[in-house]
T-cell receptor, first 116, second 110 residues
């Protein structure tokens, strides 16, 4: 079974600074997807960024980028120019890419606080 | 386009009571699933469905039943609620590369 580990239960960052959230995973598969989800106090799960394992280029979405190290099974999220609205729980998630495979395996989350 | 909707948003049950959490999506997705979220545990998969009439168990299925009679709806049934089922429940639907989550239901079992 796949496992996803987020080793930082809580983190804080000053507004406008940069912060990196860590995620490691364990799988014997070669093809898969990795995701970062944001959960603000509203409880809604919001997809932040997605990485396909066969792509060597790191995914980027505006201020959010990832550092995907396939051999090390590491998938960290970098948030640049942190804003107060980035305060949330962040979950790393893994999914096989095989046909008919939809289940997500989540890490336990990192609570990020952005300090004014 | 409402996306994924869940009702109710909040519910309090007594031990032994039964109830159904409703989930509906209007995106014509074949795949739907139910997760529970507990403090410090992330989201864990309860049951999922890859189409009408097809369901399967996830990581934590005990105490829950599901059925899928239409593409749009995927209700989750608690037959005899227990305090251990106190949690936030999320329904999701989607594609191979992206899933959309409902707003969640906070359930408390006393």
């Amino acid at each position: 079974a796949q496992t996803v580990t987020q080793s930082q239960p809580e983190m804080s960052v000053q507004e406008a600074e940069t912060v990196t959230l860590s995620c490691t995973y364990d799988t014997s598969e070669n093809n898969y997807y990795l995701f970062w989800y944001k959960q603000p106090p509203s409880r809604q799960m919001i997809l932040v960024i997605r990485q396909e394992a066969y792509k060597q280029q790191n995914a980027t979405e505006n201020r959010f980028s990832v550092n995907f190290q396939k051999a090390a099974k590491s998938f960290s999220l970098k948030i640049s120019d942190s804003q107060l609205g980035d305060t949330a729980m962040y979950f790393c998630a893994f999914k096989h890419s095989g046909a008919g495979s939809y289940q997500l395996t989540f890490g336990k989350g990192t609570k990020l606080s952005v300090i004014p | 386009n409402a996306g994924v909707t869940q009702t109710p948003k909040f519910q309090v049950l007594k031990t032994g009571q039964s109830m159904t959490l409703q989930c509906a999506q209007d995106m014509n997705h074949e795949y739907m699933s139910w997760y529970r979220q507990d403090p410090g545990m992330g989201l864990r998969l309860i049951h999922y469905s890859v189409g009408a009439g097809i369901t399967d168990q996830g990581e934590v299925p005990n105490g829950y039943n599901v059925s899928r009679s239409t593409t749009e709806d995927f209700p989750l049934r608690l037959l005899s609620a227990a305090p251990s089922q106190t949690s936030v429940y999320f329904c999701a639907s989607g594609l191979a590369y992206e899933q959309y989550f409902g707003p969640g239901t906070r359930l408390t079992v006393t």
